[in-house]
């Protein structure tokens, strides 16, 4: 399942491109795609950090389809100021606001073999907060949380509900 792998980097690649465009001095990358244990590594320092935290099969509405891949994806702000962590989360948080259905015709650089991704912000309880930020190891960092559902173009390994 390539598209696995294919997927979260374009989601960043995405983010990366809209967040430059707003900023006044050229930057390294703002968002890098890593495991979030690794914060502390000075590689992941003053940026974005996105990791896919869950992978999992979500059933299809109509029992005729086939279930559909779901990727629960955070974005945590390791940034040593607040603000500017912020900031680049609220930059985040509007480009996927945006743009919560992508596809080859409204996306540049858009995955192949993909039809679409719809994209949701989730609201997790306190408690899910909690586990959540433990189990990737970024209490405290300010972040935001999303359901990807990849709906690939129909060759049989998921198809669209529609």
């Given at each position: ?35 979030l ?27 005729a ?27 985040v ?10 596809s ?7 995955p ?12 997790l ?38």
């Amino acid at each position: 399942m390539d598209v696995i792998e294919t997927i979260p980097q374009f989601l960043a690649e995405s983010a990366c491109r809209a967040i430059l465009a707003h900023l006044e001095t050229q930057q390294s990358a703002p968002i890098v795609l890593a495991s979030l244990r690794g914060r502390n590594d000075e590689r992941f320092g003053d940026r974005l950090v996105m990791s896919v935290y869950n992978i999992r099969r979500e059933p299809a509405a109509d029992a005729a389809r086939p279930a559909l891949v779901v990727l629960d994806v955070a974005i945590a702000a390791n940034y040593a100021s607040h603000d500017t962590g912020l900031r680049m989360i609220a930059r985040v948080a509007a480009h996927f606001e945006q743009n919560r259905v992508m596809s080859a015709e409204t996306m540049p650089m858009f995955p192949a073999g993909v039809a679409r991704l719809d994209i949701e912000m989730v609201s997790l309880t306190p408690a899910d907060l909690a586990h959540v930020t433990g189990m990737l190891g970024t209490g405290g960092l300010p972040g935001v949380f999303y359901r990807v559902r990849p709906i690939l173009a129909v060759d049989g390994s998921f198809a669209s509900p529609k």
